[in-house]
């Protein structure tokens, strides 16, 4: 019985299109803060190459058929659905030793993440099944042979392992950029609360909306999953630096050169800025950002701060004050409103960590807490994981070794004294990469020399102040726009950061040849590529409209009158359109020259076709340059040409891209820019037919 007076649950493994047990009773999985059994585990006889075959063989086609906005349209729908059922995940929770609060970063925080990756990827990236990056590189001066990088979904399965902290954030942040990347995937959770995860992969299933094959779960020991693994596969490993170590040099890892991204533990610092002196918010700020993140989750955040790196001046006053409300922090049983800090994952995790603390005790004194026990608002010390958070003080840190690298996953941390901003910065480095860092402080000067003395040793680094204590995301939260990982110590490895988690499981090629076939292969229109000059190409819908359609139009000469007007008119009386003296004086004209946007307005006077039609509306321009200047009695011609064209799902219309060239009378490029449109996908629409 696990407490609820339920039966344990036999976990299943979801692997080759079915739900399926491992041979015998499975293991127990205790609940954290009973110690009740509440799970049972194992994957023995299941079979693990035919699991990734799957994948490759059913996921893998079906997932690449699809559009990049298809796949994160599929998401953003398995994402509402599993808001709908939050509470159930909530429930589970608590098992795992995790108040709601703390349950809060991980179910609607993973749930957000997924969301946010479906959303940004329709925002950011086109709806084509390649995506290109970087420009065009023109490799021969008659547009007959040219480059351009490619990235295309890999073949394989990516493998996702993860650790037991983040059940479900830790399996959402990672499938979401590999599902829009068009890969399947393979979660393996850690077995201590793989439960939380095999409901919501189960909730995921359910819902129908992902192809066969997209999602499998091994809940349990990974058997010999990682020898089966080739070179099409990827293997992302979050977990502690010595078992992703082990894992990353398997032998069929080293032996197919797998992708593998580590994300491990680190010694994350906070610092307190020489200007934060006690009595400053700053200072305020700092003390309760370091509590929070010793306490959140008990701990067992892989952000969470384990040094604490203070002014020597401010030592006494920040332990002073971190001890109080260190000591006040309600610790109890985490499905009680009371308790503020729930419990480890498990008792073994707890005696892992109380051993650690004694190995810092050789370099640190005990400042506040105790391992020998802890009050509780609610629970039994015996049976559930829970443990006073602890604070120690190391007295000479910058010879010190235990404390910059003996990670203790638990609420646990060591207040460290420095002399001046390099100082700090050095005492920082000495954990040899972490995933994130801090600093409090109000001085500009002070976070220019520390931030960018811990920036080559970090994945992320935040800079608290007054100005930011309400809207601060705080130190220990990876959010999904942002990189997350760190060098060295923390893994080397990096995830999310918006579209860049995207492309780590797409092959990057330059491909070269002629334009013609460069377009044919990536979609989009390039110079030297065939154009189509028939009816004008504001007169054609997404159905009619292609890449190359294109329009020259007629010439525009440039006056005087033209500029005055268009100063007046605007306000834009700079000196260099309306002082002919003051225009010489100026290093790049040779006169008076047109405004910049007087030409692209022109242009737009030049190219539009004014009837109501398929183009709805102009939404911007990008990469807008102008590249010669323009003097009276100039001639402007435009060549627009279709570039790119992104149809929508679920809308009427879509995106279109033109490359828009501005000339003058000798053929110099006057401005180049990509005009922005909004088209019909039929016309006329079924409303004004
Ligand atoms: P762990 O013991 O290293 O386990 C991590 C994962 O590896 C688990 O899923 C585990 O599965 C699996 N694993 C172990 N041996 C394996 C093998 N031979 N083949 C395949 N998989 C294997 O770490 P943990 O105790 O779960 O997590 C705590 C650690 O993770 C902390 O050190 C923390 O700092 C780190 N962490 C880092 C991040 C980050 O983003 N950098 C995030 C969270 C946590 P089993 O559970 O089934 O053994």
């Given at each position: 019985?696990?407490?609820t007076?339920?039966?344990?649950?036999?976990?299943?493994?979801?692997?080759e299109?079915?739900?399926?047990?491992?041979?015998g009773?499975?293991?127990?999985?205790?609940?954290?803060?009973?110690?009740?059994?509440?799970?049972?585990?194992?994957?023995?006889?299941?079979?693990?190459?035919?699991?990734?075959?799957?994948?490759?063989?059913?996921?893998?086609?079906?997932?690449?058929?699809?559009?990049?906005?298809?796949?994160?349209?599929?998401?953003?729908?398995?994402?509402?659905?599993?808001?709908?059922?939050?509470?159930?995940?909530?429930?589970?929770?608590?098992?795992?030793?995790?108040?709601?609060?703390?349950?809060?970063?991980?179910?609607?925080?993973?749930?957000?993440?997924?969301?946010?990756?479906?959303?940004k990827?329709?925002?950011?990236l086109?709806?084509?099944?390649?995506?290109?990056?970087?420009?065009?590189?023109?490799?021969?001066?008659?547009?007959?042979?040219?480059?351009?990088?490619?990235?295309?979904?890999?073949?394989?399965?990516?493998?996702?392992?993860?650790?037991?902290?983040?059940?479900?954030?830790?399996?959402?942040?990672?499938?979401?950029?590999?599902?829009?990347?068009g890969?399947?995937?393979?979660?393996?959770?850690?077995?201590?609360?793989?439960?939380?995860?095999?409901?919501?992969?189960?909730?995921?299933?359910?819902?129908?909306?992902?192809?066969?094959?997209?999602?499998?779960?091994?809940?349990?020991?990974?058997?010999?999953?990682?020898?089966?693994?080739?070179?099409?596969?990827?293997?992302?490993?979050?977990?502690?630096?010595?078992?992703?170590?082990?894992?990353?040099?398997?032998?069929?890892?080293?032996?197919?050169?797998?992708?593998?991204?580590?994300e491990a533990?680190?010694?994350?610092?906070?610092?307190?800025?020489?200007?934060?002196?006690?009595?400053?918010?700053?200072?305020?700020?700092?003390?309760?950002?370091?509590?929070?993140?010793?306490?959140?989750?008990?701990?067992?955040?892989?952000?969470?701060?384990?040094?604490?790196?203070?002014?020597n001046?401010?030592?006494?006053?920040?332990?002073?004050?971190?001890?109080?409300r260190l000591?006040?922090?309600?610790?109890?049983?985490?499905?009680?409103?009371?308790?503020?800090?729930?419990?480890?994952?498990?008792?073994?995790?707890?005696e892992?960590?109380?051993s650690?603390?004694?190995?810092?005790?050789?370099?640190?004194e005990?400042?506040?807490?105790?391992?020998?026990?802890?009050?509780?608002?609610?629970?039994?010390?015996?049976?559930?994981?829970?443990?006073?958070?602890?604070?120690?003080?190391?007295?000479?840190?910058?010879?010190?070794?235990?404390?910059?690298?003996?990670?203790?996953?638990?609420?646990?941390?060591?207040v460290?004294?420095?002399?001046?901003?390099d100082?700090?910065?050095?005492?920082?480095?000495?954990?040899?990469?972490?995933?994130?860092?801090?600093?409090?402080?109000?001085?500009?000067?002070?976070?220019?020399?520390?931030?960018?003395?811990?920036a080559p040793?970090?994945?992320?680094?935040?800079?608290?102040?007054?100005?930011?204590?309400?809207?601060?995301?705080?130190?220990g939260?990876?959010?999904?726009?942002?990189?997350?990982?760190?060098?060295?110590?923390?893994?080397?490895?990096?995830?999310?950061?918006?579209?860049?988690?995207?492309?780590?499981?797409?092959?990057?090629?330059?491909?070269?040849?002629?334009?013609?076939?460069?377009?044919?292969?990536?979609?989009?229109?390039?110079?030297?590529?065939?154009?189509?000059?028939?009816?004008?190409?504001?007169?054609?819908?997404?159905?009619?409209?292609?890449?190359?359609?294109?329009?020259?139009?007629?010439?525009?000469?440039?006056?005087?009158?033209?500029?005055?007007?268009?100063?007046?008119?605007?306000?834009?009386?700079f000196?260099?359109?309306?002082?002919?003296?003051?225009?010489?004086?100026?290093?790049?004209?040779?006169?008076?020259?047109?405004?910049?946007?007087?030409?692209?307005?022109?242009?737009?006077?030049?190219?539009?076709?004014?009837e109501?039609?398929?183009?709805?509306?102009?939404?911007?321009?990008?990469?807008?340059?102008?590249?010669?200047?323009?003097?009276?009695?100039?001639?402007?011609?435009?060549?627009l040409?279709?570039?790119e064209?992104?149809?929508?799902e679920?809308a009427?219309?879509?995106?279109?891209?033109?490359?828009?060239?501005?000339?003058?009378?000798?053929?110099?490029?006057?401005?180049?820019?990509?005009?922005?449109?909004?088209?019909?996908?039929?016309?006329?629409?079924?409303?004004?037919?």
């Amino acid at each position: 019985m696990n407490g609820t007076g339920t039966a344990a649950r036999r976990l299943e493994s979801y692997v080759e299109g079915a739900w399926r047990q491992g041979h015998g009773d499975g293991k127990p999985v205790l609940n954290a803060a009973t110690g009740d059994i509440h799970a049972l585990i194992g994957t023995d006889g299941l079979d693990f190459r035919a699991a990734l075959e799957w994948g490759r063989e059913v996921g893998g086609p079906a997932l690449r058929a699809m559009t990049i906005h298809e796949r994160a349209l599929m998401l953003k729908a398995v994402g509402l659905k599993l808001m709908d059922q939050k509470e159930e995940f909530y429930f589970e929770n608590f098992a795992t030793g995790a108040t709601r609060k703390d349950g809060w970063i991980d179910i609607e925080g993973g749930i957000g993440t997924l969301l946010t990756f479906a959303s940004k990827a329709r925002r950011e990236l086109p709806n084509t099944k390649v995506l290109t990056e970087g420009p065009v590189e023109p490799l021969s001066r008659d547009s007959s042979f040219a480059a351009q990088h490619i990235l295309t979904p890999l073949l394989g399965v990516a493998v996702h392992i993860n650790a037991f902290n983040f059940p479900v954030w830790g399996m959402l942040e990672k499938i979401a950029p590999t599902l829009i990347a068009g890969m399947p995937c393979i979660v393996k959770p850690a077995s201590q609360t793989a439960y939380l995860t095999e409901i919501v992969v189960r909730r995921i299933l359910e819902t129908g909306i992902l192809p066969d094959g997209a999602l499998q779960i091994v809940t349990g020991s990974a058997g010999d999953l990682l020898d089966h693994v080739v070179e099409q596969d990827v293997v992302t490993f979050t977990g502690s630096a010595s078992t992703g170590q082990k894992l990353k040099s398997s032998p069929a890892v080293l032996k197919h050169s797998v992708r593998f991204t580590m994300e491990a533990d680190s010694l994350n610092a906070s610092i307190l800025g020489i200007d934060a002196a006690p009595g400053t918010e700053e200072f305020d700020l700092f003390v309760k950002e370091v509590s929070r993140e010793m306490t959140v989750k008990a701990g067992q955040k892989c952000t969470a701060i384990r040094r604490i790196i203070v002014p020597n001046a401010h030592e006494d006053a920040v332990i002073d004050a971190l001890s109080r409300r260190l000591a006040s922090t309600p610790v109890g049983l985490p499905d009680d409103e009371n308790a503020r800090m729930g419990a480890l994952v498990s008792l073994k995790d707890r005696e892992d960590v109380k051993s650690k603390v004694s190995v810092l005790a050789g370099e640190a004194e005990i400042v506040s807490g105790s391992l020998n026990g802890v009050d509780l608002v609610s629970g039994d010390a015996e049976k559930g994981a829970f443990m006073a958070p602890m604070l120690l003080r190391c007295a000479n840190p910058v010879v010190a070794n235990a404390v910059h690298s003996v990670e203790a996953f638990g609420p646990v941390a060591t207040v460290m004294a420095y002399q001046d901003n390099d100082e700090a910065v050095a005492l920082a480095q000495k954990g040899r990469g972490s995933l994130v860092s801090s600093l409090f402080t109000n001085d500009g000067r002070v976070a220019h020399d520390v931030v960018t003395g811990l920036a080559p040793f970090h994945g992320r680094v935040l800079i608290g102040n007054r100005r930011s204590a309400k809207s601060s995301t705080g130190h220990g939260s990876p959010l999904a726009p942002l990189v997350h990982g760190g060098p060295g110590r923390a893994g080397g490895g990096e995830e999310m950061g918006g579209m860049r988690g995207v492309k780590h499981f797409m092959q990057r090629t330059a491909v070269q040849g002629t334009p013609e076939l460069l377009s044919a292969v990536t979609g989009q229109w390039m110079e030297g590529a065939p154009v189509r000059a028939d009816v004008h190409p504001f007169r054609k819908s997404l159905a009619e409209l292609r890449i190359g359609d294109q329009i020259v139009t007629r010439s525009r000469e440039v006056s005087l009158e033209d500029v005055e007007h268009f100063a007046e008119f605007t306000g834009d009386t700079f000196y260099a359109h309306m002082d002919s003296e003051a225009a010489r004086a100026n290093p790049f004209f040779d006169d008076r020259v047109a405004h910049g946007y007087l030409i692209a307005s022109f242009a737009a006077g030049l190219f539009v076709d004014p009837e109501p039609g398929p183009v709805l509306a102009n939404y911007g321009v990008d990469n807008l340059r102008f590249l010669t200047p323009v003097y009276f009695g100039d001639s402007l011609q435009v060549r627009l040409t279709c570039k790119e064209i992104n149809p929508r799902e679920n809308a009427d219309h879509g995106e279109v891209r033109w490359d828009c060239q501005v000339t003058n009378q000798k053929d110099e490029i006057v401005a180049q820019y990509d005009v922005l449109t909004m088209v019909a996908k039929e016309w006329p629409t079924a409303a004004n037919d």
